[in-house]
């Protein structure tokens, strides 16, 4: 026991730590996970999406897009998030991004002095910010690689109409088939189909119903 003790080894101690998808599920509700998504216009000219995603939420921002996303450009586009965020900044305490040089120390800065640690991933380990790259290729899957981008300005539009239908309407599984905009609410019963009318919206010219029961 005395070993023990000078080791600073309890006498039955947990030899190992919780996995990363342990650690993400357990603080899902205090993080953040940022990172950039890139589209190339018709006119092959390459697009930088900086996004980022409350995880407990699973709610998504698009902070901007630009074909020189420099350090500095970056740096302003958390400024511009936290002043959205208000007094919400306050219940979130991790923010996971990877290691690109685009993060430059006056980005941490913006979300350090709001109490907010930075958790950056292991080099080439796209599965530790998992919530961000599953993100990524939704967007593509459902939205990006159906369409044609012609610029910057028209990018940013269907993304906006695409965060939208993401954060109020689209279901999810880690959040009981809710939205990220949703409250905590039992499910609603099923519907009989047979007696009840159903409206479509289309969203992206058609590319996206979304369905709602007509009260």
Known sequence: MAILT????????RRGG??????????????LACDFLHVDTIGLTRVYVLFLMEIGARRVHILGATTNPAGEWVTQQARNLLMDL??????????IRDRDSKYIAGFDMVFTTEGIEILRTPPRA??????????????????????????????LAILGEYVTHYND??????RH???PNATDVPLSPVADLTAARVRR???????????????
Do not use: S
Request: hydrophobic share 35%; proline share 7%.
């Open 126 to 155: 796209p599965r530790a910010n998992a919530y961000a790259e599953r993100w990524v290729r939704t967007v593509r899957r459902e939205c990006l690689d159906r369409m044609l981008i012609y610029n910057r300005r028209h990018l």
């Open 201 to 215: 919206r289309k969203i992206l010219n058609g590319l996206i119903n979304e369905y709602a029961q007509v009260a």
């Open 6 to 13: 000078a080791a600073g080894v309890d006498p039955a101690p």
């Open 177 to 179: 088939q809710h939205p």
């Open 169 to 174: 309407h689209r279901p999810h599984q880690g």
């Open 18 to 31: 919780p996995t990363w998808t342990e650690f993400l599920t357990a603080q899902a509700r205090g993080g």
């Open 86 to 95: 208000g007094d919400r900044v306050a219940q979130f305490r991790f923010l």
